[in-house]
């Protein structure tokens, strides 16, 4: 009986320190993107290696970016949000958080100019300019902890308490409707819906009068800020087995995932999951403390891939971005994995928290501070290879790899090929070349299945290109 209290206590403890130690890991992504997915889907820069740009000193729960500013928000007695300039490495503002303490459990979100944040045991809702921190309205709530407020861009924010949804105005936070059902959690919201479960029910409302489209089973499986796309609203219910994805038209069914073993979707304040073009990401763990994240065919539900801990291991919420799927093991290190096979791409021990892609850079938590990486082959000569008319394919590839670019001059080009932790892997070409249209073709089978990138020097710059062998 004794084993069994203490066992329930480390599980209690370990719930919070996860909520807060990877609170909103992917919230800075799903403001600025309307899928919700943590997915940067624009980036084509950053890649392993990682080479450090510049340390802020200040410990952070989380981060959120908007027009160079990046908001901290720091646990403490009170809580606190501090804005920094990244174009002049400053702190411009902070605000105290009245009557707040402890675990910050809840992550700023930004619409406009206008920042909404909270605290645990606050006294509401609070509503700041983001150039100046000056407050601009209030709204009282009882409780916020764990409920993350959403914006839609369009003059409204969204906030869940207890058991309501409540769609204010962001001038005034006066209440603009209402949907009261028992044991609401945090909403997705997607174009003018917005998705939302409770202990029993999917439910889809019509954002502007909260008037109900339609409502889904989900036996008593809530999910917090789902993923979502044009079609599909992906369902994954906290401490379930099961994955669902339901259509966004109607809440017809298309497929279901169930999870293997033990593993369970994993609870975390801002949701569990990641959504790309083409896959999704999600955090499973055990009751025995395991973890792993498993990669599926959003289209299919079908297993791509899955990457797994050997050993006692908490995996945060995925992001993604440029072809990569980024994970913190609690205690230990920041993981990124191959999007396309699940290979482990390099690890960072110096990375223990929140982490987040902004600008071509990933923002962590390292310890006392948040430290600001960017690609060690990412620099001010490299250019966009379409632009030079570059082109290196077919990609992906299983035998060879073409490659044909033009020269105006006649030119020493050295061509090497590299793994994603910057490991040269070959020499493919060292020779002068004359101007005009060059072509080559270089061996693939040779090489493992996996992303490598190709990079080609002619003495006066740089320029490269990702390549995936898979056969």
Known sequence: MKKSKVKIIISIFLFFYTSVLFAQTNWTMAN???????????ETQLQPPFKLDFEISVKPSMLVTKDDILLISASGSPNLLKAYNLNTNKFIWEFEVPETVAATGMSPSISGN????????????????ISTGA???????????AQNSITDNKQHVFITSGDSLLCLNIDNGETIWAFQTPQLVSPTIKNDTVFITSATSLNALNSLNGDIFWTKDIS????????????????LGHNSNKIRAFSTKDGTEKWEYITQDTFKVAYYVEG??????????????TTTELSKIVALNKFTGNLLW?????????????????????????????????????????EDTNIQGTAIIYDHKLFAASGASVVVYKSELQNTETIELDKQNILVFPNPTSDKINVSYNLENSKHI??????LAGNKIDLLLDKNESAGTVEHTFNAEKYLNGTYVLVLNDGEKRMQQKVVILR
């Open 135 to 145: 407050q601009k309205w209030m709204k009282p709530f009882k409780s916020l902890y």
């Open 272 to 285: 569990s999951g990641c959504l790309t073009d083409s896959v999704l990401c999600v955090t499973l763990i």
């Open 32 to 42: 600025a993107n309307s899928n919700r997915t943590s997915y940067v889907a624009d």
């Open 414 to 419: 050295k061509i090497e090929l590299y793994d």
């Open 220 to 235: 008593n499986a809530p999910s917090r800020h789902m993923p979502v796309d044009n079609n599909t609203i992906y369902h």
């Open 306 to 346: 899955e990457y797994s801990s050997t050993e006692r291991a908490y995996f945060a919420p995925p992001i993604a971005a440029n072809g990569f799927i980024y994970t913190v093991s609690l205690y230990e290190k920041l993981i990124v994995l191959d999007e396309k096979t699940g290979e482990v791409v390099m």
């Open 114 to 129: 206008t920042v909404f944040v909270s605290g645990q045991k606050g006294k509401g809702l609070y509503a700041l300019d």
